[in-house]
């Protein structure tokens, strides 16, 4: 994976860049969307048994997905994270170059703020790079996307060939496209169903 520097990227939509994610999904992949706004636009994009939407705790979407990804190996996972949660998790990322799983794929969405609880700014704001951090933790395969179509090539890549892999996104400070759903009991179900670990009617 060629890697863009921070710097070069261009600020994106993350609404747009998540239906584009959604666009490419054609063998019941798993998507994890972390708190917030990663997962609100994720089920307003294409929701789909297959994506798991994390209510109220942070850091968790790369955990989780790195889990997902060990326990079912044949199958492609996605994990949405924030930059602000990805810095209450940052070792997650040492984790997972450890455990390398061939079919994980992490994209940080990188909008220097804690959009959700007012704006704040994160150390992202001010210079750290989760490529590099990323890179220097391991994960080789580690590249900000520097448009749209760079995205969509990256993404295309990561579903084509081994990884981890991890795609650095910087967004611009729009805000979601909707909200997700607050049922964490049919969120669990739901998605155990898209994986395959109940075998009862898919609920929607």
């Known amino acids: 994976?060629?890697?863009?520097?921070?710097?070069?990227?261009?600020?994106?939509y993350?609404?747009?860049?998540?239906?584009r994610l959604v666009a490419k999904l054609h063998r019941d992949e798993a998507v994890i969307g972390g708190i917030g706004h990663s997962n609100f636009d994720l089920f307003t994009a294409g929701h789909r048994p297959q994506n798991f939407y994390m209510l109220g705790s942070m850091g968790l979407a790369i955990p989780i997905a790195?889990?997902?990804?060990?326990?079912?190996?044949?199958r492609k996972v996605f994990a949405l994270e924030g930059d602000g949660s990805l810095l209450m998790q940052l070792g997650c990322l040492s984790t997972v170059a450890t455990q390398a799983p061939k079919n994980l794929i992490i994209l940080v969405m990188d909008n220097g703020t804690y959009q959700i609880t007012g704006g704040?700014?994160?150390?992202?704001?001010?210079g750290t790079d989760f490529v590099a951090v990323a890179r220097g933790c391991g994960l080789t395969s580690a590249a900000w996307a520097a448009d749209e179509a760079d995205f969509e090539r990256l993404v295309e890549q990561g579903l084509a060939t081994d990884g981890p892999h991890l795609i650095g996104l910087k967004l611009d400070e729009q805000g979601p496209a909707g909200q997700t759903e607050r049922d964490p009991a049919q969120i669990r179900d739901r998605f155990m169903r898209g994986m395959g670990v109940k075998k009862s009617k898919l609920v929607t």
């Not at 921070?6 to 994106?12: D, I, S």
């Not at 993350?14 to 239906?19: E, V, Y």
């Not at 790195?66 to 044949?74: D, E, K, T, W, Y």
């Open 14 to 19: 993350r609404f747009d860049l998540t239906k």
């Open 120 to 126: 704040q700014v994160t150390p992202a704001a001010g």
């Open 1 to 12: 994976m060629s890697v863009t520097t921070a710097h070069n990227a261009k600020r994106m």
């Open 66 to 74: 790195l889990g997902v990804a060990i326990a079912q190996p044949q």
